[in-house]
């Protein structure tokens, strides 16, 4: 895909957050990794940093940074803005609220 048509299909500019990682495209979540579906779908059923933590066996820190990096990715200012903006590109299903 070139460079104009990765702007034109993607609802986010192409970020470079590790070069090993794919950029995120609209009803691609492929293209976050596991790690980061998981956190997305934890904070969607309102779970604490420590809770998700505890889930995944990763520390506190490493989740606020993984949240920063998906804040980044997706244009939104906060954990719930953040969690709209996958439903509503497509990156999680809105079922995720359903526990």
């Known amino acids: 895909m070139s460079e104009a048509e990765h702007d034109v299909n993607c609802a986010h500019p192409r970020t470079n957050v590790r070069a090993r990682r794919p950029t995120w495209r609209v009803g691609h979540s492929c293209d976050l990794t596991i790690r980061?579906?998981?956190?997305?779908?934890?904070?969607?059923?309102?779970?604490?940093?420590?809770?998700?933590?505890?889930?995944?066996?990763?520390?506190?820190?490493?989740?606020?940074?993984?949240i920063n990096t998906l804040c980044r990715l997706f244009g939104a200012t906060g954990r719930i803005q953040l969690v709209g903006k996958a439903v509503l590109f497509g990156a999680v299903p809105p079922t995720v609220f359903v526990t």
């Open 36 to 66: 980061q579906q998981l956190i997305i779908r934890m904070l969607a059923r309102d779970w604490t940093d420590r809770r998700i933590a505890g889930g995944l066996g990763i520390s506190d820190r490493q989740v606020r940074r993984d």
